[in-house]
C-alpha cells in the first residue's frame, strides 16, 4: 500500500471524518460513504474548515489540493476501486457484519478491509467475509488526527503477513501503531479499565469525594486529568458502554465489573461535559467541590488505582496481548498516561504493588484483586518486568 492507494472511509461521524482527514494529508485520495446525507454534509464541512484552519496557522501549506483528494458518497458501489476501507459505524455486530460481506463482494481480491471497532470482536466481523483472511482491526483514538496511537488488530482468521504493511501504512501517516491481539478492549480499554472503576469503588465507599480522587490522580500521579473529570468528559453513554462491553466479553470477570453509580448516570441522561451535568455540575455558577489536599489519604488513593492498573497491564504482558513496548506505547499515546504502567512497577516494585493487591485482596476477599501471575513472580525477588 502506497499514497495511490485509494482509502475507502465508511460511517462520516467522528471516527471517520477524522480518519479520512488523516489519510487525505498523508497524500491519499479518500472516498468517504455515509448512508446519511446529513452525517456526510457536516463532515464535508468540518473536514474542509480544519484544513482550512491548519492552513491559517501554517501547520499545511496546501488544504485545497487536501480537500480535493475527498470523495463523499451515500453508495457503497463508489467504494469499489478501494486499495484501503476503514469501517467507523455504529458499534453493532450485526449492521457491521452485513457491511463488511457486502463490501467484500464490491472490492478487488487485494483490498485489505479494517474495522475500527473499540469493543467488538475482530474474529466475529471478519467471520462475516468469505475470506475473512484480508480482515483487521486499525483502531484509532479520539481525535484521530491528534492523537498518535493506532492499535493495529489482527483476528484469528487474518493473513498475518499483512501486519507489517499494514503497520508501515500507519507509520506512514504520522501514527505511533502498536499490535494487539484481538481480546476484549485490546489494549487501551482493557488496561484503563480500572483507573475508572477503582476510582468510583473509593468513592462510593466513602473514603474519599471525587475532586480529592481526582486531585490525588492528578497532582500525585501526574495523570493529564483525574477519572471523574475524564469520563464526564468522555460520556457516560461510551465510557460507561465499553466498561460494560468489557466486562461481557471477559465472561463477567469481576475485574472489569462496572459500577452502579456511572450506570445511574446514564440512566438519568446525566452524560457528563456534553449534557451539562455527570459526576459534576458544568451549570454556569456552579461550584466546583474543593478537593481535600490530604496527601497522606492521596498516596492511598493513587496506590491502590496504580496498583489495579500494572496489574492490568501485567496480565496483559502475560497472556501475550502485546510486546512491552507496545504496552508501554499503548497507555502513554492512547490516554496519555505519565509514564508507562511496567516502567511505573519497575520504579515502585513489583514487591510492593503485589502487596497492595494482596492487602486489598485480604480485605475484601474478591477476584476483582487478585494478582496477576507475572506481578506474582516478579515480586519474588523484586524482579522488574523487561
Ligand atoms: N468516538 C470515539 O471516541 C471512538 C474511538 C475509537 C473508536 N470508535 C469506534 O468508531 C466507530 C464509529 O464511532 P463514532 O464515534 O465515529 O460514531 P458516530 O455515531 O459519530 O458516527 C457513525 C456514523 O456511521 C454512519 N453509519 C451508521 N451505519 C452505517 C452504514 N451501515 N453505512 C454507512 N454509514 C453508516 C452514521 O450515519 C454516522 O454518521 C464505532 O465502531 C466506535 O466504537 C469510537
Same mark, same amino acid.
Given at each position: 500500500?502506497?499514497?495511490?492507494?485509494?482509502?475507502?472511509?465508511?460511517?462520516?461521524?467522528?471516527?471517520?471524518?477524522?480518519?479520512?482527514?488523516?489519510?487525505?494529508?498523508?497524500?491519499?485520495?479518500?472516498?468517504?460513504?455515509?448512508?446519511?446525507?446529513?452525517?456526510?454534509?457536516?463532515?464535508?464541512?468540518?473536514?474542509?474548515?480544519?484544513?482550512?484552519?491548519?492552513?491559517?496557522?501554517?501547520?499545511?501549506?496546501?488544504?485545497?489540493?487536501?480537500?480535493?483528494?475527498?470523495?463523499?458518497?451515500?453508495?457503497?458501489?463508489?467504494?469499489?476501486?478501494?486499495?484501503?476501507?476503514?469501517?467507523?459505524?455504529?458499534?453493532?455486530?450485526?449492521?457491521?457484519?452485513?457491511?463488511?460481506?457486502?463490501?467484500?463482494?464490491?472490492?478487488?481480491?487485494?483490498?485489505?478491509?479494517?474495522?475500527?471497532?473499540?469493543?467488538?470482536?475482530?474474529?466475529?466481523?471478519?467471520?462475516?467475509?468469505?475470506?475473512?483472511?484480508?480482515?483487521?482491526?486499525?483502531?484509532?483514538?479520539?481525535?484521530?488526527?491528534?492523537? &498518535?496511537?493506532?492499535?493495529?488488530? +489482527?483476528?484469528?482468521?487474518? =493473513?498475518?503477513? @499483512?501486519?507489517?504493511?499494514?503497520? !508501515?501504512?500507519?507509520?506512514?501517516?504520522?501514527?505511533?501503531?502498536?499490535?494487539?491481539?484481538?481480546?476484549?478492549?485490546?489494549?487501551?480499554?482493557?488496561?484503563?479499565?480500572?483507573?475508572?472503576?477503582?476510582?468510583?469503588?473509593?468513592?462510593?465507599?466513602?473514603?474519599?469525594?471525587?475532586?480529592?480522587?481526582?486531585?490525588?490522580?492528578?497532582?500525585?500521579?501526574?495523570?493529564?486529568?483525574?477519572?471523574?473529570?475524564?469520563?464526564?468528559?468522555?460520556?457516560?453513554?461510551?465510557?460507561?458502554?465499553?466498561?460494560?462491553?468489557?466486562?461481557?466479553?471477559?465472561?463477567?470477570?469481576?475485574?472489569?465489573?462496572?459500577?452502579?453509580?456511572?450506570?445511574?448516570?446514564?440512566?438519568?441522561?446525566?452524560?457528563?461535559?456534553?449534557?451539562?451535568?455527570?459526576?459534576?455540575?458544568? &451549570?454556569?455558577?456552579?461550584?466546583? +467541590?474543593?478537593?481535600?489536599? =490530604?496527601?497522606? @489519604?492521596?498516596?492511598?488513593?493513587? !496506590?491502590?488505582?496504580?496498583?489495579?492498573?500494572?496489574?492490568?497491564?501485567?496480565?496483559?504482558?502475560?497472556?501475550?496481548?502485546?510486546?512491552?513496548?507496545?504496552?508501554?506505547?499503548?497507555?502513554?499515546?492512547?490516554?496519555?498516561?505519565?509514564?508507562?504502567?511496567?516502567?511505573?512497577?519497575?520504579?515502585?516494585?513489583?514487591?510492593?504493588?503485589?502487596?497492595?493487591?494482596?492487602?486489598?485482596?485480604?480485605?475484601?476477599?474478591?477476584?476483582?484483586?487478585?494478582?496477576?501471575?507475572?506481578?506474582?513472580?516478579?515480586?519474588?525477588?523484586?524482579?522488574?518486568?523487561?
Amino acid at each position: 500500500m502506497d499514497k495511490n492507494t485509494i482509502v475507502g472511509i465508511i460511517g462520516s461521524g467522528a471516527m471517520g471524518a477524522g480518519i479520512a482527514q488523516v489519510a487525505a494529508v498523508a497524500g491519499h485520495n479518500v472516498i468517504v460513504l455515509d448512508l446519511n446525507a446529513d452525517a456526510l454534509v457536516k463532515a464535508k464541512k468540518s473536514i474542509s474548515g480544519t484544513l482550512v484552519k491548519l492552513q491559517e496557522k501554517g501547520k499545511l501549506a496546501n488544504a485545497d489540493e487536501i480537500i480535493a483528494r475527498f470523495t463523499f458518497a451515500d453508495d457503497i458501489s463508489a467504494l469499489k476501486d478501494c486499495g484501503l476501507v476503514i469501517e467507523a459505524i455504529v458499534e453493532k455486530l450485526e449492521v457491521k457484519k452485513s457491511v463488511f460481506a457486502q463490501l467484500e463482494a464490491l472490492v478487488s481480491d487485494t483490498c485489505i478491509l479494517a474495522s475500527n471497532t473499540s469493543s467488538l470482536s475482530i474474529t466475529s466481523i471478519a467471520a462475516a467475509c468469505a475470506n475473512p483472511s484480508r480482515v483487521m482491526g486499525l483502531h484509532f483514538f479520539n481525535p484521530a488526527p491528534l492523537m &498518535a496511537l493506532v492499535e493495529v488488530i +489482527p483476528a484469528i482468521q487474518t =493473513d498475518a503477513a @499483512l501486519i507489517g504493511p499494514a503497520t !508501515e501504512l500507519m507509520k506512514q501517516w504520522g501514527k505511533l501503531p502498536v499490535v494487539a491481539k484481538d481480546t476484549p478492549g485490546f489494549i487501551v480499554n482493557r488496561i484503563a479499565r480500572p483507573f475508572y472503576s477503582e476510582a468510583i469503588r473509593i468513592y462510593e465507599e466513602g473514603i474519599a469525594d471525587m475532586a480529592t480522587i481526582d486531585w490525588a490522580m492528578t497532582e500525585l500521579g501526574g495523570f493529564r486529568m483525574g477519572p471523574f473529570t475524564l469520563m464526564d468528559y468522555i460520556g457516560h453513554d461510551v465510557n460507561y458502554v465499553v466498561t460494560e462491553t468489557v466486562f461481557q466479553s471477559f465472561f463477567y470477570d469481576p475485574r472489569y465489573k462496572p459500577s452502579f453509580s456511572q450506570k445511574r448516570l446514564l440512566e438519568a441522561g446525566w452524560l457528563g461535559r456534553k449534557t451539562g451535568k455527570g459526576f459534576y455540575n458544568y &451549570a454556569e455558577g456552579a461550584a466546583m +467541590p474543593e478537593a481535600n489536599k =490530604d496527601t497522606i @489519604l492521596g498516596t492511598q488513593i493513587l !496506590e491502590r488505582v496504580l496498583a489495579m492498573l500494572i496489574n492490568e497491564a501485567a496480565d496483559a504482558l502475560h497472556l501475550n496481548v502485546a510486546s512491552v513496548a507496545d504496552l508501554e506505547t499503548a497507555m502513554t499515546k492512547g490516554v496519555n498516561y505519565p509514564k508507562g504502567l511496567l516502567q511505573w512497577c519497575n520504579e515502585w516494585g513489583a514487591d510492593k504493588c503485589l502487596e497492595k493487591l494482596d492487602g486489598l485482596y485480604n480485605d475484601y476477599h474478591e477476584d476483582r484483586y487478585r494478582a496477576s501471575v507475572l506481578l506474582r513472580k516478579q515480586a519474588i525477588g523484586n524482579k522488574k518486568i523487561v
